[in-house]
């Protein structure tokens, strides 16, 4: 089985904001894939299904983003995932916006709802696709994160979204290392 989590907070009030990007990729990739999120289990929405003859978990975990970790230890000690089989999708303020990321393993760095899922599981050899949501020029870190894109950047982020449903395909069916050669720098 592979589980792919995408980070954001629950509510109406942070539908649309960069921070949500993670929650945006899972939603778009859902419907692409035919898959209803409907179920609330381990502190997150859920939706299950089949892939060609892959079973796949998609989740949003309702936790908010800074405590992300608690849901997705659930999932992952209730399934017996293997990390290589987890992958995190979520927005970096460090690249570009619409830039995507993808890397096997490696730190939490700033971002509050990686550094949940790493203290939780005890390990952050797991893959991450990371999107670039850019950095504030003058505003505030939480109100940027929390802010919604510009009109200028829609157009960008779709085409990320887009390129993160193909990125994510890539991850299930031919592995993260393939992933990464096929969607790093785009």
Same mark, same amino acid.
């Given at each position: 089985?592979?589980?792919?989590?995408? +980070?954001?907070?629950?509510?109406?009030?942070?539908?649309?904001?960069?921070?949500?990007?993670?929650?945006?990729?899972?939603?778009?990739? *859902?419907?692409? @894939?035919?898959?209803?999120?409907?179920?609330?289990?381990? @502190? *997150?929405?859920?939706?299950?299904?089949?892939?060609?003859? @892959?079973?796949?978990?998609?989740?949003?975990?309702?936790?908010?983003?800074?405590?992300?970790?608690?849901?997705?230890?659930?999932?992952?000690?209730?399934?017996?995932?293997? +990390?290589?089989?987890?992958?995190?999708?979520?927005?970096?303020?460090?690249?570009?916006?619409?830039?995507?990321? +993808?890397r096997a393993k490696g730190s939490a760095g700033t971002h509050n709802g990686m550094r949940s899922i790493v203290s939780y599981l005890k390990k952050d050899t797991f893959p991450r696709l990371r999107i670039g949501i850019g950095k504030p020029e003058r505003e505030d870190l939480v109100d940027f994160v929390l802010g919604k894109f510009p009109k200028n950047q829609k157009k960008e982020i779709q085409q990320a979204i887009e390129m993160a449903g193909e990125a994510i395909d890539v991850f299930i069916f031919e592995g993260i290392y393939e992933a990464m050669n096929q969607f790093n720098g785009n």
């Open positions: 089985m592979y589980v792919i989590v995408g +980070l954001g907070n629950p509510g109406e009030e942070y539908v649309g904001t960069r921070h949500n990007i993670g929650f945006d990729v899972i939603d778009f990739y *859902a419907k692409n @894939k035919n898959i209803n999120i409907h179920k609330q289990k381990h @502190k *997150a929405l859920i939706g299950e299904g089949f892939i060609q003859n @892959k079973k796949v978990l998609l989740v949003k975990p309702q936790t908010y983003m800074n405590l992300s970790g608690e849901s997705i230890g659930e999932i992952v000690s209730y399934y017996d995932i293997p +990390l290589e089989n987890l992958l995190i999708v979520y927005d970096d303020i460090d690249l570009e916006v619409g830039k995507l990321r +993808l």
